[in-house]
């Protein structure tokens, strides 16, 4: 019953983000070789949540699925409380073969934000063996259940929060 109040006082949310890879055509030029992400001073590891099984954007998944442009590189959720008036703990994301990694990081006032810093590893330079970074960086106004697209021309984020209730 205590911890019922708690999950009242603090804001428990289930965030969920897919993150795909977009391999269609585009003029613009990367010359993102090395990681420029602004790490907060603190991550805690996905692994320290309660991750959610079923999730709600099976079906982005399936649509992107039909189309070989679209690689669907990470997909997981989680439920986190958020204290009103303050940030949530800074969410480490990383896939299983390392090519994404970053964080997402919401927080909790009059609306809700969500910081997403993204970077993946695909291909290398031709001319000097590099690797390409494509970075997602971004911070935007969140409303519960919406959908939100984060978007790249190399990468993609969609992103989901509601509440939880007990």
């Known amino acids: 019953m ?29 010359d993102q070789s090395s990681s ?19 999730l709600m954007l099976t079906d982005s998944i399936s649509a992107l699925s039909k189309n070989s442009a679209y690689q669907p ?44 810093g993204l970077e993946y590893t695909a291909g290398q330079n031709e001319v000097n063996s590099e690797p390409f970074i494509y970075r997602i960086h971004e911070k935007r106004p969140f409303q519960l259940n919406d959908l939100q697209y984060f978007d790249h021309p190399k990468l993609g984020a969609i992103t989901k929060i509601s509440t939880i209730t007990k």
């Open 2 to 30: 205590f911890s019922c109040c708690l999950l009242a006082e603090t804001g428990s949310y289930q965030i969920e983000l897919l993150v795909f890879s977009q391999n269609g055509p585009d003029t613009e030029a990367f």
């Open 36 to 54: 420029q992400i602004e790490w907060p001073n603190t991550l805690t590891e996905l692994s320290a949540f309660t991750e959610v099984d079923p």
């Open 73 to 116: 590189i990470f997909h997981s959720a989680w439920i986190q409380s958020i204290e009103e008036n303050s940030p949530g703990s800074p969410v480490h994301i990383q896939s299983t073969d390392g090519k994404l990694n970053g964080f997402v990081q919401m927080q909790r006032g009059r609306t809700l934000q969500m910081t997403i």
